[in-house]
Each structure stands twice: as structure tokens, then as C-alpha cells.
């Protein structure tokens, strides 16, 4: 089956820096999607990565290795409004994205 | 308006109750999308229509029903449902389906209690 695993929750400081990974199984390969969705709000696309490598965009960035299947999104200079869940999605082989769970983020003081 | 609007944004109704969502895009695309959205559970995909036709359906109980009148708008209508019905009903839109980055922009949802 296809899966896609990321940590239920994680706790940073403002100011600091936090690393949230995604591994994932999927049948086909044709890009991964990272989200942010504020309670009660809806997500907003944050990055896109279908090569290997690391994209850079501000204060965050992403990082893809497709033959480990594995990314993650780095958060620097953390703000307290950045305290949200964030969505991690591939594109499988039928163009069909194929979510995490999501991590909560909670920013404190 | 621009970009996705989701209408109610909270409803709460029984389970002998006929109710619908509505989604608009303001965006000239092409594709909308129903997702289920579950505390702690991924997005679930529910419809997907391509220029008005349904291309996706991923067995979804027939208590939930789409319609899709035309490019920039998308119904749920709903009968009968169940308790564990109740989520955050998001809709989505994209340019088209398939290929490569495919972003779709998200309405902020309907939140639905079915008692």
C-alpha cells in the first residue's frame, strides 16, 4: 500500500530551528508537496520538490532523496505564528496525492 | 471573492437530514477536489472532477453525492449520514489533474457535526 509517515507533533523554540521529516511508499514517483494549515484554516502550499536536492524560500526549506524516500522541511528563525500543522503530499504515479497525517508545530516563547 | 470559498463554514444536522456543501473557485481552473479531513488522520481524496466530469471516485459511501454544474463550482450534498461523517470538509482546486506540480489552493472548509 502506499504511506506516508511524518512525526504526530513537535515542540521548538522562537527563534530557533526545527526539522520536520517525511518518508514515504508510493506507487510512482512525480513530486512531493509540503503544506501549512493553521487551525481552522485552510492549507497553503509551502513547496514543491521533484528532484533531489534542497529548495531554499525564505525561512523555509525543503529537501527531497528520492531513492530513500525521504524529505523534510526546514523551518529557521522560528516565529510564533508559524506554529500550524504541516502537510506532507506525493504525487504518485497517477497523479494523485497521496497525504500525511501532518505535524502539529507548536512555537514556544 | 478570490480564490476558494467554502459555504456554510460550520454545520451541524442529523442524521435524517438532507443538507449541501457549496465550493467556488475564483481561479480559472480547471480541476476541483472533495477531501474528508479527520483529526490525526491524512486527507482523505473523496471526488475529483476534470472540467466538469468526474474522473476520481474512491469509494465513497453513496450517502455522499457531488455535482458539478460547471468549471468554478462544486456541490457535496448529503443525506442520511452517520456520526463518524463528521470532519473538516475541504475543497480544492487546480489548474488541471495530473502532471507534474499540480498545486492545488484549498477552501478553509466546512467543519460538519452529524448528531
Known amino acids: 500500500g502506499q504511506n506516508i509517515d511524518q512525526p504526530t507533533e513537535m515542540t521548538a523554540t522562537e527563534g530557533a530551528i526545527v526539522q520536520i521529516n517525511c518518508t514515504y511508499q508510493?506507487?510512482?514517483?512525480?513530486?512531493l508537496f509540503w503544506y501549512q494549515q493553521h487551525a481552522g484554516e485552510a492549507p497553503t502550499f509551502l513547496s514543491y520538490?521533484?528532484l533531489d536536492g534542497l529548495e531554499e524560500k525564505g525561512r523555509f526549506s525543503s529537501f527531497l532523496s528520492r531513492s530513500k524516500g525521504y524529505s523534510y522541511l526546514l523551518l529557521k528563525e522560528l516565529q510564533m505564528k508559524d506554529s500550524a500543522s504541516y502537510l506532507c503530499a506525493v504525487m504518485d504515479s497517477n497523479y494523485q496525492l497521496i497525504w500525511g497525517a501532518g505535524t502539529k508545530l507548536i512555537i514556544k516563547p | 471573492e478570490t480564490g476558494v470559498t467554502q459555504t456554510p463554514r460550520h454545520l451541524v444536522m442529523g442524521m435524517t437530514n438532507k443538507k449541501s456543501l457549496k465550493c467556488e473557485q475564483h481561479l480559472g481552473h480547471n480541476a476541483m477536489y472533495w477531501y474528508k479531513q479527520s483529526a490525526k488522520k491524512p486527507l482523505e481524496l473523496m471526488f475529483v472532477y476534470s472540467l466538469e466530469e468526474r474522473v476520481e471516485n474512491n469509494s465513497v459511501p453513496s450517502r455522499f453525492s457531488p455535482e458539478c454544474p460547471n468549471s468554478s463550482h462544486l456541490f457535496l450534498h448529503l443525506h442520511t449520514l452517520q456520526p463518524e461523517d463528521s470532519a473538516l470538509y475541504l475543497c480544492?482546486?487546480?489548474?488541471?489533474?495530473?502532471?507534474?506540480?499540480?498545486?492545488?489552493?484549498f477552501g478553509p472548509g466546512t467543519r460538519l457535526t452529524v448528531l
Open positions: 520538490n521533484v
Open positions: 480544492a482546486s487546480s489548474p488541471w489533474t495530473g502532471g507534474e506540480y499540480n498545486e492545488q489552493f
Open positions: 508510493t506507487s510512482g514517483f512525480n513530486g
